[in-house]
């Protein structure tokens, strides 16, 4: 499967948040709004396409990437890459989140080098759990929103 990178514009932003989940993932469903789209657009969003031009996901980086509620319970220190993903519900649950998240954090290391990641993630979603764990992230931080539990996951590369 071929993946490319494109800047995030009007339209994939649109597209990306239609998508509709199937429980218990309809957690991540979007609701479209025009500050949605807005942030979407504010460049730390990036969108994942295959080689047939289809949204195969997204990502983003920075504080786009984090849970504002997190802050409070201190999951947010200095010194890590906030990194949020997002793949296209059609092909969620077919085994391909490896090549996608592995496509991803490619990417981001040719653009930062081995600058220590951070992903989070609600602790219902143990398939995406599994999936970090497997490309070496571990468990960190845990906070709630009130209604759902998060956990932060880090990454951070040995120097030799």
């Known amino acids: 499967m071929l993946l490319y990178v494109n800047e995030m ?37 990036s ?25 409070d319970f201190g999951a947010y220190p200095k010194g890590f890459i ?9 092909f969620t649950g077919q085994g391909r989140g490896l090549t996608f998240l592995t496509f991803i954090l490619n990417y981001i290391k040719g653009r930062y080098g081995d600058a ?14 599994y999936l970090y764990e497997k490309l070496g992230f571990v468990k960190e931080k845990e906070f709630t929103n009130g209604d759902v539990v998060f956990i932060t996951m880090i990454r951070v590369f040995k120097k030799t």
């Not at 339209?11 to 509709?20: Q, R, T, Y």
């Not at 969108?47 to 802050?71: K, M, R, T, Y």
């Not at 220590?116 to 759990?129: E, H, K, S, Y």
Request: charged content about 20%.
């Open 9 to 45: 514009d009007e339209i994939f932003a649109e597209e990306i948040l239609s998508w509709k989940y199937e429980a218990p993932y309809d957690f991540y469903n979007n609701e479209f709004s025009v500050d949605a789209v807005r942030e979407m657009m504010n460049h730390s969003y």
């Open 82 to 90: 906030d990194v949020g993903i997002g793949m296209n519900p059609v």
């Open 47 to 71: 969108a994942v396409l295959d080689e047939q031009d289809e949204i195969f996901g997204f990502f983003c980086i920075g504080e786009s990437a984090q849970v504002p509620i997190g802050n």
């Open 116 to 129: 220590p990641l951070r992903l989070t993630v609600a602790v219902f979603n143990g398939r995406a759990i």
